[in-house]
């Protein structure tokens, strides 16, 4: 794993990201020390911190996607299992938003679920820890100005790590 949370964690460090540090460090102490390096395929690791993750940690942060909806925290925590594969490009205007499902949501659709939390938490939410299963570097750009315009002119951070079969890789933060 060349990529590892320890990397990854100094890369936010950097950033400024102390909320999205120990969100972080309490997955890893909730899920075992090697959640992010045992299984290599990113949707596995993405599934099992959806799966496993327990109550008490989505009490302390908001969790997308969740069937619970409750009080609004300083953190939230954006799974997109499906990685891009699903989303929305300028070259298919007129596809339609494909619906959720328990086997997870792509990109766009945690983009959606992600704005609406912020129009509800705007004044609450600090920090945003996007883990997305593999990377699209032409559709991100159509998520890139939203994520920083939300980011710079709120005073917000927003963090996008991709999970890869080579670790945990920051693609964007702002």
């Not at 945690?110 to 004044?123: D, E, G």
Request: aromatic share 8%.
């Amino acid at each position: 794993m060349i990529h590892t949370l320890e990397k990854l964690i100094r890369e936010i460090a950097e950033q400024g990201g102390e909320r999205t540090i120990a969100l972080l460090r309490e997955l890893e102490r909730e899920l075992g020390n090697d959640v992010f390096e045992r299984d290599p395929r990113p949707q596995e690791i993405i599934e099992t911190i959806q799966r496993k993750s327990s109550d008490e940690l989505a009490m302390k942060h908001n969790l997308i996607p969740s069937h619970q909806y409750g009080s609004c925290n300083q953190t939230c925590l954006i799974l997109a299992k499906k990685g891009f594969a699903s989303s929305i490009t300028i070259d298919e205007p007129k596809k339609e938003w494909p619906e959720p499902t328990p086997k997870g949501i792509s990109f766009n659709q945690a983009i959606l679920q992600m704005v609406a939390y912020w129009f509800s938490c705007l004044r609450i939410n600090s920090e945003n820890l996007i883990l997305v299963a593999g990377w699209d570097a032409r559709a991100f750009k159509l998520y890139k100005p939203l994520l920083d315009q939300y980011a710079l002119g709120q005073g917000k951070k927003v963090f996008v790590v991709e999970v890869s079969e080579e670790g945990l890789i920051l693609r964007h933060a702002a």
